[in-house]
């Protein structure tokens, strides 16, 4: 992102599960060491939803000028972090993912 350290957006997307499921996501800062964490609604480290087997939008608004720990650097890049949070092997679909700036 080309953003400026205080910038804040709004994440959507709309995801399904083939069955009954959390999914976790985060955003965070792209590094090998440690987990970095944007802050994402009222959390600074990785949310939660539930999903069923019907699509549903959900938004979130994230804030680059807050992270877990350490400095926000959004000019080195963001990354968006989606995973089942119980690591069972279900199908997760996602689509029409936008991350806006809000202005």
Same mark, same amino acid.
């Given at each position: %992102?080309?953003?400026? *350290?205080?910038?804040?957006?709004?994440?959507?997307?709309?995801?399904?599960? !083939?069955?009954? %499921?959390?999914?976790?996501?985060?955003?965070?800062?792209?590094?090998?060491?440690?987990?970095?964490?944007?802050?994402?609604?009222?959390?600074? +480290? +990785? +949310?939660?939803?539930?999903? %069923? %087997?019907?699509?549903?939008? *959900?938004?979130?608004?994230?804030?680059? !000028?807050?992270? !877990? !720990?350490?400095?926000?650097?959004?000019? *080195?890049?963001?990354?968006?972090?989606?995973?089942?949070?119980?690591?069972?092997?279900?199908?997760?679909?996602?689509?029409?993912?936008?991350?806006?700036?809000? *202005?």
């Amino acid at each position: %992102t080309s953003a400026g *350290k205080d910038s804040k957006f709004t994440l959507k997307f709309t995801a399904k599960a !083939s069955t009954g %499921t959390d999914l976790q996501l985060a955003v965070m800062v792209p590094e090998t060491e440690s987990n970095t964490w944007y802050k994402l609604g009222a959390n600074t +480290a +990785a +949310a939660y939803c539930t999903l %069923t %087997t019907e699509y549903v939008e *959900k938004t979130y608004e994230v804030d680059l !000028s807050t992270i !877990s !720990s350490g400095n926000p650097s959004p000019e *080195k890049g963001v990354l968006v972090l989606f995973t089942d949070k119980s690591k069972t092997g279900y199908t997760l679909s996602i689509k029409d993912v936008t991350l806006i700036e809000k *202005k």
